[in-house]
């Protein structure tokens, strides 16, 4: 009996352990803010540019994506803007991924940290020929490796500095997840681990 109750328990613990909270990370004119004047928005699309990324939109400070869109803004080569999404971690990353597209190229900070440089080498001829670009071939993919030794417990800071290159839209669109571990997950660990113990004990 007391062998089947501490298998119970080892069982237990580590099935609910593997429940994860997922804090998504999604442009939008809610979720980000910019560095201008300007409150963020959501714009139409260049017909150039790919489709947003799945649950997100394609943001700016003002109407900079479609040029055939009414008060369309024409961004001036040499334009740098911060676009910042904030958000909160309990516990460590267990995983984590983000998709980032932007118009004509964009680097990728998290909690003052560079992940990815902007390509301000060109060429652009839809926005960057390289990532991080407007088409999902010049996409910036990044992975838990490359971004799990940069977050925090608490507030974190995602940026992205875009610049206008060689083009007149201008524009970002990001998409990804963080997954931690749930609220009293490690208590839940502790109780399969207990349950293995006993198991040991009992032979």
């Not at 676009?83 to 597209?101: E, K, M, N």
């Not at 003052?112 to 996409?139: D, F, M, R, W």
């Not at 290159?165 to 207990?194: H, I, R």
């Amino acid at each position: 009996m007391m062998k089947r109750l501490a298998a119970l328990f080892f069982l237990s613990g580590l099935l609910l352990a593997a429940k994860a909270d997922n804090v998504p990370i999604t442009s939008s004119a809610t979720n980000t803010t910019n560095s201008t004047a300007s409150p963020t928005r959501n714009i139409d699309t260049n017909p150039a540019w790919a489709g947003p990324l799945g649950g997100s939109s394609w943001v700016s400070f003002a109407s900079t994506g479609n040029p055939s869109d009414p008060g369309f803004k024409t961004v001036a080569n040499g334009t740098e803007v911060t676009f910042t999404d904030t958000f909160d971690l309990s516990g460590p990353v267990t995983s984590a991924y983000l998709a980032v597209l932007a118009d004509d190229t964009a680097s990728v900070w998290l909690n003052g940290h560079e992940v990815y440089a902007a390509n301000l080498a060109g060429p652009y001829p839809t926005c960057s020929a390289k990532a991080i670009g407007c088409l999902l071939t010049t996409a910036g993919l990044f992975n838990t490796a490359q971004l799990a030794p940069f977050f925090v417990d608490g507030v974190n800071k995602l940026q992205f500095k875009v610049y206008q290159e060689g083009g007149s839209s201008f524009g970002l669109d990001y998409a990804g997840a963080v997954n931690t571990p749930e609220p009293g997950t490690f208590c839940l660990l502790g109780v399969g681990l207990l349950g293995l113990a006993l198991l040991k004990i009992r032979r």
